[in-house]
């Protein structure tokens, strides 16, 4: 299963961004996008910005990726049977 997350571009350079997630930075291709600019959130997939997505949306996002990631680490850890 693949995931598209919403990543932050940081900088620009031709058809290549360099995009932030949650402090992780990499490199991306904008090709596929006309009208990028850096500040724009986008989705990632596959190393392309596929699609722009509004600032909330990205940080919601971005918010329940983490709160997911949290549930299933207690649950690894044996820590849902307190909860």
Known sequence: MCLAVPSKIIEINDTVAKVDVDGVVRETSIMLL???KIGDYVIVHAGFAI????????????????????ADTWQANGMNDHL
Do not use: F, G, V
């Open 51 to 70: 699609n722009k997505i509004d600032e909330e949306a990205a940080l919601q996002t971005l918010e329940d990726m983490r709160n997911i990631l949290a």
């Open 34 to 36: 006309d009208d990028a």
